[in-house]
């Protein structure tokens, strides 16, 4: 009888502990059930603010997508978007919120350097993986951080010796504001330029927000400059143009805008054409672009946003992300950030693939011309550039 009591305790002691592995199976982050929620941190809002709601509509779409076809690992994907309202303080709070409180899987940020630097500390402290997504001065490295915009290996360095050729000057003037990108830029710049047997004959940057620039477009008529890189954003870069063309310098002076996106162009009014250079333009002529125009479209109607390089690369980062939860297997931070390494993408912008050693990306590179219907006229493609070394050892 004792042998038999044994027997029957050791078989509940097994049952137990089957349904317990069973729970435990059921409530854990991979359930069926559960779905991946991706954050979003974009600029709605503040002197950046232009940007965020293409990224929002791309976004959108790309969640869309990845749910028709399934979802990542079995799973739906569920949409968090936060405003950092172009300030780099509002923008840790927004990423605390997204990852602790809302409780998001990955953090996708779409925002300026500085709004970077101060949201990679709550990254770390989430140990979450994060995609960064907008062009940027690269050197960006972190256990936990993937680059996906242009990089100055492939926004300037090739770039600068063609304007030079194709508009026939070789003296400039750098005009940013006053934050890391702009100065990081400008430093790139100061190297690139002599290089390509050219001379930068001034350097300012200004607070971001800053709407007059006559001091400023003074000294680039006395500095004798035939181009300006112009590292303004948002509504500092719509000012600068504007008042630049008002001054009567606009048929004199190039101007090679490196955060010159398409959306910004209606708002220009009539100017001189303005020089862009990215991974993407909007009126780039290919079947994925054409294809993911006519999905937003068909989403948004004839009000949607004009998509620029920012939005085109959020609507990628969400696709390299559930990709690669679909080859982990799961949403688990080390197989993710694995799994990243080497993926492979058909975005509209062309081909990427996520470079495994310096977590960057080799992509095409496009250089445009304004229109004065308000889009760019894409003039030359680099074709793919890769990312250089950037976090490689």
Known sequence: MRNLGMRRSRRAVALFSALLLIVVACTSEDSSDEPIKVGVLIQLTGPAGVFGPPSQEAAELAIEEINAAGGA???????????????????????????????????????????????????????????YTPLYEGGACNDLLF????????????????????????????????????????????????????????????????????????????????????????????????????????????????????????ALGDVEPVIASFGYFETLDTASNNEFLAALDAKFGNDRSQQTSLSESTYMAIHLYAQAVEQAGTTETEAVLDALEGQTFDAPRGSVTIDGSSRHVAQHIYVAESTADGNFSVLEDFGTIDPGSQCSS
């Open 73 to 131: 690992a079995g799973r739906q994907l569920e949409l968090f978007i936060a405003d950092d309202a172009t300030d780099a303080q509002v923008a840790q709070e927004q990423a605390r919120k997204l990852l602790n409180e809302d409780g998001v899987d990955v953090l996708i940020s779409t925002e300026s350097s500085a709004a970077r630097e101060s949201v990679l500390p709550v990254v770390e402290e989430a140990g979450k993986p994060m995609l």
């Open 147 to 266: 680059n996906l915009g242009e990089v100055p290996d492939q926004q300037v360095e090739p770039v600068i010796p063609y304007i030079q050729t194709t508009y026939g000057g070789d003296t400039w003037f750098i005009v940013g504001d006053d934050y890391n990108w702009p100065r990081s830029l400008g430093e790139v710049a100061g190297r690139v330029i002599p290089e390509a047997g050219g001379t930068v004959v001034g350097e300012q940057y200004v607070p971001l927000g800053t709407s007059d620039f006559g001091t400023i477009i003074n000294d680039i008529q006395s500095s004798e400059a035939d181009l300006v890189m112009m590292t303004l954003v948002g509504s500092d870069a719509i000012s600068f143009v504007q008042q630049l063309n008002e001054f009567g310098l606009g048929e004199d002076v190039r101007v090679f805008g490196l955060a010159m996106l398409d959306n910004i162009l209606p």
